[in-house]
């Protein structure tokens, strides 16, 4: 991956806020609708959607906080992440499963409880 220009810190700060946004309301979001409130330029604008949402969830994960990226969606998989979401989980140590089912519909939801607000 090529280091990230000033555009991409433009649209980065956008999606940092945006997903704040969403945090606070306690709201979901698809990849495509938070590409678009970040305006990430094409081409590519989810891929670099991901790799910018696996970044959030290393440095949460490393913070002791709840992944934020769990509120990002795929508008195809009823509701839940996309699958690198539950490798990088697995990665991290915390979750053992497969990326579809009724074990990662567990685990998502349990990532979506402690993000929410009380």
Request: a positive charge; one cysteine or more.
């Amino acid at each position: 991956m090529s280091p990230p220009t000033n555009q991409d810190h433009v649209w980065q700060n956008r999606a940092k806020m945006a997903l704040a946004s969403a945090t606070s309301l306690g709201r979901i979001v698809t990849y495509a609708e938070m590409a678009d409130a970040a305006d990430i330029p094409a081409p590519q604008r989810i891929h670099k959607l991901t790799l910018w949402l696996e970044t959030t969830m290393r440095q949460d994960h490393a913070a002791g906080r709840p992944l934020r990226a769990a509120l990002v969606i795929s508008r195809n998989r009823n509701g839940l992440p996309a699958p690198g979401f539950f490798l990088l989980c697995q990665e991290l140590g915390i979750y053992q499963g497969a990326e579809t089912g009724a074990d990662a519909a567990q685990f998502h939801q349990a990532m979506l409880s402690a993000l929410m607000p009380r």
